[in-house]
């Protein structure tokens, strides 16, 4: 069983417009609301391809009962840790040509008594699981090294441990030396602290923090796929679409293919090209809505064990 934690889930908001003009009153063309919050998400996809994951996140307000009739109209499984602050609701603004601008709200201000709730209704999970994943940004009132306590469970449980955070939670989670983590080219920039403008680049980044005890560093690269690295592998798996619809959430699908294979005892390759797979698939599809296996079928990812170091990277 994988195990989420999302410290700060949200209700995600996709407005579809003609064209985005500042200052206007805009009319959207479509709109859709789903359960959100990168962990949800991982969840969400695992359950929709037969997996079994459990998401624990704090839940609470008008926008929390809301989220629990969501997940559970799609069957996703979750420990919700009542608190007294409503989830946050993300917009998603996406453009007929892809361009899409995202407003995250910053969550509601939790309790140390909340947020350790949310920490012990992780760990009493543990010993049914196989990985736990750690996923996205903390909400206000969360001490930084939350990240790093959640890794530091799952490593005292003898449970594998990914992390899919940005900023200071990137940075706290990697501080305690997990299995795997996830950053976008952005992320990993930002946490190295310079500009990755090559493969070469990113993947000299992403080997230093393997050297420092990561042990795989998973690196999302938009329509250039995906760059895995750990102390014996470099692959690069990509995947072409010619229908991208959102490229929203498709991270967390990435994370959540690579967690399916690698749960089944997959090369760290074979969990990156189930990763793109899930990844591109989500690109296809409205909002963050998951891939679901029939998603899948026609995606051939091609995964190259000697990439071109000097590619200059599209997003
Ligand atoms: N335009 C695209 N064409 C083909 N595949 C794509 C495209 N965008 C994303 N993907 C696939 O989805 C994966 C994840 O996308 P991306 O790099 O945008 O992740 P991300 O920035 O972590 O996303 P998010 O945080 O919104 O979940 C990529 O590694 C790639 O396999
Ligand atoms: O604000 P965070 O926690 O960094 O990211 C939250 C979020 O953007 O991540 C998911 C997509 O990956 C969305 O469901 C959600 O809105």
């Known amino acids: 069983m994988i195990v989420t934690l999302t410290p700060n889930p949200s209700l995600d908001r996709t407005l579809v417009l003609d064209r985005l003009v500042r200052g206007e009153v805009n009319r959207a063309l479509e709109s859709r609301l789903e359960p959100g919050g990168k962990g ?48 946050r609701v993300n917009t998603a603004i996406v453009e007929p040509d892809g361009t899409t ?3 995250n709200e910053p ?23 196989t990985w736990l994943a750690v996923c996205g940004s903390l909400a206000p009132g969360m001490p930084a090294h939350f990240p790093a306590h959640a ?19 990137l940075e706290s989670g990697v501080s305690a030396g997990p299995d795997l983590i996830k950053p976008n080219r952005t992320e990993l920039a930002e946490l190295v602290g310079r500009p990755l403008d090559r493969l070469a680049d990113v993947r000299a980044a992403a080997a230093e923090l393997v050297r420092g005890g990561v042990g795989a560093v998973v690196v999302s690269l938009g329509r250039d796929g995906a760059l895995a690295v750990d102390a014996d592998t470099v692959a690069l798996a990509t995947a072409t679409t010619s229908r991208p619809k959102s490229t929203v ?48 079928a026609g995606i051939t990812p091609r995964t190259t064990y000697a990439p071109d170091e000097d590619l200059a990277l599209a997003d």
């Open 40 to 87: 949800v998400n991982v969840t969400r996809a695992l359950v929709a391809n037969g997996s079994t994951s459990i998401a624990v996140f704090p839940c609470g307000g008008n926008n929390g009962r809301l989220m629990e009739l969501l997940i559970a109209e799609e069957r996703v499984t979750a420990r919700v840790v009542p608190v007294g602050g409503p989830i």
């Open 101 to 103: 601008t995202k407003v």
């Open 107 to 129: 969550g509601s201000r939790f309790s140390e008594a909340e947020t350790a709730a949310v920490l012990d209704q992780t760990a009493s999970l543990l010993p049914h699981a």
């Open 151 to 169: 890794v530091r469970l799952a490593r005292d449980a003898g449970v594998r441990c990914a992390v899919d955070a940005s900023g200071a939670a």
């Open 249 to 296: 959430g498709a991270g967390d699908s990435l994370l959540a293919g690579m967690l399916f294979t690698l749960e089944r005892s997959g090369t760290l390759a074979d969990a990156l090209a189930t990763g793109v797979t899930w990844g591109t698939a989500a690109v296809q599809l409205p909002g963050t809505q998951v891939p679901r296996p029939g998603d899948l």
